[in-house]
């Protein structure tokens, strides 16, 4: 087995090389291999998918073992860690048989569906021994962490508010029908949230006390919930309002001109305008296409060895423009990572460390194996996280405040 030194420690102890499978060869698989393939401390071994052709490719680029069922991928001897992307009202089934089989799991966004999923995917992992992480949130990425390092350094005072806003195009973007359906894990709170609550728990300490939401389905030619508003009162009074509006017009990237601009905004406008027309539109094709595999898998994160303007920057776009409100500043995303406002003017931070979110998460599995330790998005803080984002679809239903039962204090 090869050795690798401890990628980010800066150790000098060698420590074996992280065996990693993936279970769902979709899109957000074309971004994490291409993570993986940076990533010296790790081999991309095995693959599980229900598509052939996606298989047939996979084994082409990479040589690896190839799978048609997830059940068989966990049984896989040489498979130390699995990165769970299948459909989100598999992932409770996925993570609890990887667990079973003693592999440790990084589990896409959205973490499960409901709150008993959640948990009973936290009890496998601490059944089975195994570590469970929950990736692809922003929160992961340097920008945000130097962000929460400025807040517990105490430079600026206590935290006194947080305000997240991100303006996308979301549900125009290609879809499988499926993507857009709340009861199967789909919509914008579901698959955006996790990223901005992730941001707010994090800036805010962790211990949100209760929530106050709304959602939105604006659209009736493109069912599903596109918008959501919420505000949060952590337990020390703190207060947080979060906002997503997925229907594209307005958009976030008029907030951060220096991090690009979207993909899909000019081809989510001609869907919306097709889709309001009443013209015949399926574009589920288009995105088989950029799936794993597909004629255009680099739609979404560009061609190979193409960076992602994101990564320049060490944030994520859809997750919106951040600040902070301390007693003594505010603090927002720049240019150079920060931007700080206080008594003696405004003055700009370069931000230092993993920049790529995906590469972020990769790390933050193999230090969690290799030191036996908890990682810091581990199965609890990603339920936490869950139960804010329910409960501000909750509140919208019932049109009330939502008490929080399990939360979990950020990390310093």
Known sequence: MTLQPSPSSGKTAVRPKLRVAIAGLGMGAVQIIRSMEQAPFLEVVAAADVRPQALEVFRQRYGGRTYESVDALCQDPNVDAIWIASPNSLHREHTITAARNGKH????????????EAEAMVEAADRYGTKLLCGHTASLMAGFRAMRGVITSGELGEVRAVNVWAYTEYMFRPRMPQELVTELGGGAPYVMGPHQF????????????????????????????????????FENGLPATVIHNGYGYFSTFEFVPWAGS???????QQLRRDLRAGRPVD?????????????????????????????ATGYQMDAGIVIVHCEKGDIRQGPEGLIVYDDDGVRHIAVEGIRDERMAELHELYDAIAEDRRPHHDGRWGLATLEVLLGVMQSGTERREIMMHRQCPAWE
Do not use: C, Q
């Not at 799991?105 to 008993?116: G, Q």
């Not at 088989?288 to 060895?305: L, Q, V």
């Open 105 to 116: 799991v990084v589990i896409e966004k959205p973490m499960a569906v409901t709150l008993p």
């Open 198 to 233: 992730d941001i707010v728990r994090l800036m805010g300490g962790g211990m949100v006390r209760s929530v106050r939401g709304m959602t939105g389905n604006w659209m009736p030619f493109r069912d599903g919930l596109g918008y959501y508003a919420a505000y949060l009162e």
């Open 262 to 268: 979207s993909r899909f905004l000019k081809d989510g």
């Open 283 to 311: 574009d589920a094709p288009s995105k088989e296409e950029m799936r794993f595999g597909g004629r255009n898998e680099g739609a979404m994160y560009g061609a190979p060895g193409e960076a992602e303007a994101s990564h």
